[in-house]
């Protein structure tokens, strides 16, 4: 089992930047993937972005491709969502997200029903 928690969520101005953390404590943190997902008030959740096991590869949703790189440092058990050029409709509660499936390797999932681990969330605003 695995434990996640998100960090790095605040206010910023439109155009600015955050980057969020996802920290994981558990078993081996590089045989998960994990994504970012987000819900802004009246919405649905959404797929943000995700990164495989082993970091090889990376997944975004449209929305963000090219804005919002993910990352991640498995000696430091932590995946980051770096959040450039920020716009209002990115204003949300993001959460990261981790599964098991694929082990350590180059799957990726969008699908948030596959990622059976989940943390309580970090705030993002942004003012324009």
């Known amino acids: 089992q695995v434990q996640l928690v998100e960090s790095g969520g605040g206010l910023v101005q439109a155009g600015g930047s955050l980057r969020l953390s996802c920290a994981a404590s558990?078993?081996?943190?590089?045989?998960?993937?994990v994504g970012w997902f987000r819900q802004a008030p009246g919405k649905e959740r959404e797929f943000v972005a995700a990164i495989s096991g082993n970091g090889g590869t990376t997944v975004y949703a449209d929305s963000v491709k090219g804005r919002f790189p993910i990352s991640r440092d498995n000696a430091k058990n932590t995946v980051y969502l770096q959040m450039n050029s920020l716009k209002p409709e990115d204003a949300a509660v993001y959460y990261c997200?981790?599964?098991?499936?694929?082990?350590?390797?180059?799957?990726?999932?969008?699908?948030?029903?596959?990622?059976?681990?989940w943390g309580q969330g970090t705030q993002v605003t942004v003012s324009s």
């Open positions: 997200a981790a599964t098991a499936r694929g082990g350590r390797s180059s799957y990726t999932t969008r699908t948030q029903s596959d990622y059976g681990y």
């Open positions: 558990g078993r081996t943190f590089s045989n998960y993937a």
